[in-house]
C-alpha cells in the first residue's frame, strides 16, 4: 500500500463516518499519521489558504508542502488514487464522477440530520454544512420512499391489520410530517426542515430495524406475536431516538408526545377500517 505523505484530510469530528474513514486511511497506510486533523483546529495560517465555508461542506485535502487544497469528491479520489490509481480512473469517468459528486453532496449536506450532533456555542470553528433546501427535500422524499415500501410489507405480518395499500402507508409517513410541523409553525423554515429531517432519519432507522424480520419472514413463517414484539420494540427504540435528537436540535419536548399521539391516532383510524 502506498502511503500519501505531507497531505492532510480536515474532517468533522463530531460526525462518525467521518472519523470512521479519515482514520481508516491511516490505518492502512494510504496517509502518513498526520493525514487527519479535525476542521474546529484550523490555525490562523491555514484559514488563509483554505477556503473554510467550502472545507466545511466538502471534506478538504491539504497539501501541507505547495500549501494547496483540493475538496469533496477529489480529494477522496486522490487518497484512494494513489494506492489504486484504476479506481481514481475510473472514479474521474464524467459520468461516475458525476454521480459521485452528487452522492457525495446528498450525504454532506444532510449529515447533520443523518447523525446529529449538539452545536457548541463556545467553539468559533465548527464543521456545520450550509443549509441546502434541494438535498434536505430529496432526503426527506428518499426517506419516506424508503420507509414507505417497508411498512407496506411488513403490514402484511400482522393479521389483525387490513390489507395494506402504498397510498394508505405514503399518507401515513407524509401526514407524520405534516401533524409535527404543526407545532413548529411560528419556528424558521430552516428549523422546520432541520427538524423534519431528523424526524424521517428516525423513520428510515425503524424501517432498517423492521428488515431483518421481513426478510426472515420471506424464508419462515414466524409467529405473528414475534412479529408485533419486534414491531412494539423498535417504535419504542424510535421513541427514545427521537426524544434525544429533539433535546440535541434543543426544540420542545411535546414534539415526541405528539409523535406518540400521532401514531395512536393513526392506529385507531386503521383499525376501524376493517
Given at each position: 500500500m502506498r502511503t500519501l505523505t505531507n497531505q492532510t484530510l480536515l474532517?468533522?469530528?463530531?460526525?462518525?463516518?467521518?472519523?470512521?474513514?479519515?482514520?481508516?486511511?491511516i490505518k492502512a497506510r494510504m496517509l502518513d499519521e498526520n493525514g487527519k486533523k479535525p476542521y474546529c483546529q484550523l490555525s490562523d495560517e491555514e484559514q488563509n489558504f483554505i477556503d473554510v465555508n467550502r472545507a466545511s461542506n466538502e471534506i478538504a485535502l491539504v497539501d501541507n508542502e505547495n500549501k494547496t487544497v483540493i475538496y469533496g469528491i477529489d480529494s477522496l479520489l486522490k487518497v484512494i488514487g494513489f494506492s489504486f490509481p484504476w479506481m481514481e480512473r475510473i472514479g474521474n469517468l464524467?459520468?461516475?464522477?458525476?454521480?459521485?459528486k452528487k452522492l457525495y453532496s446528498f450525504i454532506s449536506?444532510?449529515?447533520k440530520v443523518i447523525i446529529p450532533s449538539k452545536i457548541k456555542k463556545e467553539i468559533k470553528l465548527q464543521c456545520v454544512p450550509d443549509f441546502n433546501f434541494k438535498y434536505r427535500i430529496l432526503y426527506i422524499l428518499f426517506a419516506m420512499t424508503i420507509t414507505t415500501f417497508v411498512l407496506y410489507n411488513f403490514s402484511d405480518s400482522i393479521s389483525i391489520l387490513p390489507n395494506s395499500t402504498i397510498t394508505r402507508e405514503l399518507i401515513l409517513v407524509f401526514g407524520q410530517i405534516v401533524f409535527q410541523s404543526l407545532f413548529l409553525i411560528k419556528f424558521d423554515k430552516k428549523i422546520i426542515l432541520n427538524y423534519i429531517g431528523n424526524l424521517m432519519t428516525v423513520s428510515l432507522m425503524g424501517s432498517l430495524l423492521l428488515l431483518p424480520i421481513l426478510i426472515l419472514n420471506l424464508v419462515v413463517n414466524i409467529p405473528e406475536l414475534i412479529n408485533?414484539?419486534?414491531?412494539g420494540t423498535t417504535v419504542l427504540l424510535m421513541l427514545v431516538e427521537h426524544s434525544r435528537r429533539i433535546k440535541l436540535l434543543e426544540l420542545p419536548f411535546f414534539l415526541?408526545?405528539?409523535?406518540?399521539?400521532?401514531?395512536l391516532i393513526a392506529l385507531t383510524i386503521i383499525l376501524n377500517l376493517n
Open positions: 474532517y468533522d469530528k463530531d460526525c462518525p463516518l467521518c472519523r470512521v474513514y479519515t482514520s481508516g486511511f464524467k459520468p461516475i464522477k458525476f454521480f459521485l449536506y444532510n449529515r408485533l414484539g419486534w414491531f415526541s408526545i405528539a409523535w406518540v399521539i400521532y401514531r
